[in-house]
């Protein structure tokens, strides 16, 4: 019985061993199946600072916009209050933009109100893009989410979500590193305005000083951010287009609902380019 088990215990260590380099090289250990990286082994605190530190760039053109907004609506004759309230519930530069210059004394409301949702009717378009990755947040975190979705951040943290794509194959959110945009630029978008508000009154019209330019630079670096080759920005193309077209052929803010619907349709029609 010796001899026999001498002779099966390198045979049973060679199967033991192979069992090992199978397993090794086929990724089943408990140790390989999950691999550990920098990014997932992060707290919700650097995740913060990771998102703050990502849109903080961004927020040297957004200032300015923020100026001119502000100095528009305390010429108007709103107050500091006014214009921080307005900025802080809204949360939406270009239909702030488009009240303001809609504002009279009385004010037409409807008209600021239907003008301000066709400026923010991109808004649906954005909402659907980021509804795949929220399914994990709970109904109150995705209102909150959504509330804060302001282009830069959508822009943002719709890259980084697709990045989560390639490395785990969630695509969720990182709701600390969304909070660390949100943060980033809700608070510089307030103080803007505010001091614009302040200011504006006593420094005339803010156009002549070359401010308003901040408005296309930024959307300029969003687009840069978001490129995916010259395929994939054929739905931008003809968005641009369509609004061009009726920028210069009517009047009123249509051009964005229309340029905003003609982009949505040709990303259905090409499924291709969805996610340009």
Do not use: H, Y
């Given at each position: 019985m010796r001899n026999?088990?001498?002779?099966?215990?390198?045979?049973?260590?060679?199967?033991?061993?192979?069992q090992f380099e199978m397993n090794a090289l086929t990724s089943e250990g408990p140790e390989r199946s999950k691999p550990r990286t920098a990014k997932s082994l992060s707290g919700p605190l650097s995740e913060v600072r990771r998102g703050a530190l990502r849109i903080a760039p961004l927020?040297?053109?957004?200032?300015?916009?923020?100026?001119?907004?502000?100095?528009?609506?305390?010429?108007?004759g709103l107050s500091v209050v006014e214009v921080a309230l307005m900025?802080?519930?809204?949360?939406?530069?270009?239909?702030?933009?488009v009240a303001i210059e809609l504002w009279r004394n009385p004010p037409l409301l409807f008209l600021i109100?239907?003008?301000t949702f066709l400026v923010n009717s991109r808004h649906l378009l954005m909402g659907a893009t980021l509804a795949p990755r929220m399914r994990t947040l709970s109904a109150r975190r995705a209102s909150l989410t959504l509330f804060f979705m302001a282009d830069e951040i959508w822009a943002f943290g719709l890259e980084e979500a697709r990045s989560r794509d390639q490395e785990y194959a969630t695509g969720q959110l990182s709701l600390p590193y969304y909070a660390g945009l949100a943060a980033g630029l809700y608070g510089t978008w307030l103080i803007s305005t505010t001091v614009g508000a302040l200011v504006g009154p006593r420094v005339g019209n803010p156009q002549v000083l070359g401010l308003d330019m901040a408005f296309p630079a930024v959307f300029l670096?969003?687009?840069?951010?978001?490129?995916k080759g010259h395929k994939a920005a054929i739905p931008w193309v003809v968005s641009l287009a369509v609004a061009v077209a009726l920028h210069l052929s009517i009047s009123g803010s249509w051009y964005v609902a229309g340029g905003t619907v003609a982009g949505l349709t040709v990303a259905y029609l090409f499924p291709g380019q969805k996610e340009c």
């Open positions: 026999l088990r001498d002779k099966t215990e390198p045979a049973e260590r060679a199967v033991n061993f192979g927020l040297i053109g957004v200032a300015p916009f923020g100026l001119v907004l502000g100095a528009q609506a305390g010429q108007k900025c802080g519930l809204n949360f939406a530069g270009g239909s702030e933009f109100v239907g003008m670096v969003i687009l840069k951010g978001l490129w």
